[in-house]
């Protein structure tokens, strides 16, 4: 199973970008997505996620400017990034809880992580 995250990129303050998380490989079913970033000399923190369902939650410190969404049929997940600002300026993961096949546990799963620079 891989997840392959891309969209990162260099955008000025006030701008927008789109990531996309795609997991390809045997999978049985996907249970959540979700987005995290790390800051430099910050610890991971979780940003937005997405349960198969379609609910969705969101940090505070997103919340009104991003959007997270899900293509069940893809198993893809989108991170629609507007009015952004330097403090999210991160690398940005993406992350499922999935089943894969031939396995009974569900498990916890990362991206390699996209670099999303804001500039003042």
């Known amino acids: 199973v891989q997840l392959q995250a891309s969209g990162g990129g260099l955008v000025q303050a006030g701008g927008s970008l789109r990531l996309s998380c795609a997991v390809s490989?045997?999978?049985?079913?996907?249970?959540?997505m979700a987005w995290y970033r790390q800051a430099p000399g910050k610890l991971r923190e979780w940003v937005a996620d997405?349960?198969?369902?379609?609910?969705?939650a969101y940090a505070d410190s997103v919340k009104g400017r991003f959007t997270v969404s899900g293509d069940n049929a893809k198993n893809t997940v989108y991170l629609q990034m507007n009015s952004l600002r330097p403090g999210d300026t991160a690398v940005y993961y993406c992350?499922?809880?999935?089943?894969?096949?031939?396995?009974?546990?569900?498990?916890?799963?990362w991206g390699q992580g996209t670099q999303v620079t804001v500039s003042s």
């Open positions: 490989g045997s999978i049985v079913a996907i249970n959540r």
């Open positions: 997405i349960a198969r369902s379609g609910s969705t």
């Open positions: 992350n499922a809880d999935l089943l894969e096949r031939g396995r009974v546990i569900w498990g916890d799963y």
